[in-house]
């Protein structure tokens, strides 16, 4: 069976991106527009006809084409932050806990997690479930992003000539719009300090949260922390944990190490019988963070093997 599928706002960067791990499949077929991608009716003709709708576009732009939908038969994937704590959607993180894979099939309207997010919510949602991070801990976490995840202005800024930025600290007014998904979805109460920054270089991100152990209760080991990561990500093919042994033996980490993959690998730093800790999530941003997901939900949804298509 061949199923639809129409990507709305696929000239972008994550739109690129999925087009290009979708073409070569011949499970699907892509309904492309071309130049009358911005022909109002034409766009609703593919919203409603097509089996399944990625969106790849601004907040307001994704509620509008959600209006547009009047076929309750089509499956709907956004990427945008439109939805991403609305409870008429299902957050499109399949490895986030017990059920969420299920919710995902069962669903015609997804939204796909933000790639800061995906590491952040990766790392922390397991240490909250287990009690080892109460719910009412003040968490901080600082990530670091490849200039794609800023789309195709940031990426003409750092790429331009001689003006391109070392380095990029932003998000300090402290309301970026991805704080609502990161402590909803980890099951904390307390808004998350996020201090999210920009580098020099195109793809791969990092996403760190540190923690003092004497600060949580019953002052829990590093082992254990690490344990509870382990148990929650067992079988999981997309997301990994790294080794405490390669983990200690490490001098270094660096966030382009898993470009081109669906992968999020996490890592526990810390001196054994020591009172810190330093969680630190790898992932594409485009992959994992963005394109690859979309993809890994759409195979969700339309019943296939999540991983078709995806390395």
Not at 149 to 172: C, N, R, V
Not at 185 to 205: E, I, K, W
Not at 245 to 265: D, K, S
Not at 279 to 305: R, T
Request: charged share 20%; net charge negative.
């Amino acid at each position: 069976m061949t199923h639809s599928i129409y990507i709305d706002g696929e000239a972008g960067t994550t739109g690129l991106e999925i087009r290009e791990r979708l073409e070569a499949r011949n499970d699907l077929q892509l309904m492309l527009l071309g130049d009358r991608r911005r022909d109002v009716e034409a766009r609703r003709e593919a919203l409603n006809s097509a089996d399944a709708v990625i969106l790849c576009l601004p907040d307001d732009a994704a509620r509008e084409a959600v209006s547009m939908i009047e076929n309750s038969a089509v499956k709907v994937i956004d990427a945008s932050t439109a939805y991403r704590v609305d409870p008429d959607w299902v957050y499109g993180f399949a490895e986030m806990g017990d059920g969420q894979r299920e919710a995902i099939a069962a669903s015609t309207r997804v939204s796909n997690p933000g790639c800061y997010p995906t590491g952040f919510i990766a790392l922390m949602r397991p240490l909250v479930k287990a009690g080892i991070v109460p719910a009412h801990y003040p968490v901080t976490v600082n990530a670091v992003s490849g200039y794609s995840g800023g789309g195709k202005q940031m990426i003409a800024e750092f790429e331009a000539e001689g003006t391109a930025k070392p380095f990029w600290s932003y998000g300090l007014s402290l309301k970026h719009k991805h704080v609502p998904e990161m402590t909803k979805h980890t099951g904390l109460n307390l808004p998350v300090l996020f201090s999210p920054a920009v580098g020099n270089y195109r793809q791969g991100m990092l996403v760190e949260v540190p923690l003092h152990l004497s600060a949580l209760p019953e002052t829990p080991s590093v082992e254990r922390i690490h344990g509870a990561l382990v148990e929650a990500y067992a079988g999981q093919r997309f997301v990994e944990v790294a080794d405490l042994e390669a983990t200690e033996a490490m001098g270094g980490i660096e966030p382009e190490a898993l470009n081109g993959t669906n992968t999020v690998r996490l890592h526990v730093f810390g001196d054994r019988g020591g009172e810190q800790v330093r969680l630190v999530a790898m992932l594409d941003n485009l992959g994992k963070g963005a394109s690859g997901a979309a993809v890994q939900n759409l195979n969700i949804m339309l019943g296939l093997d999540e991983a078709i298509g995806l390395k």
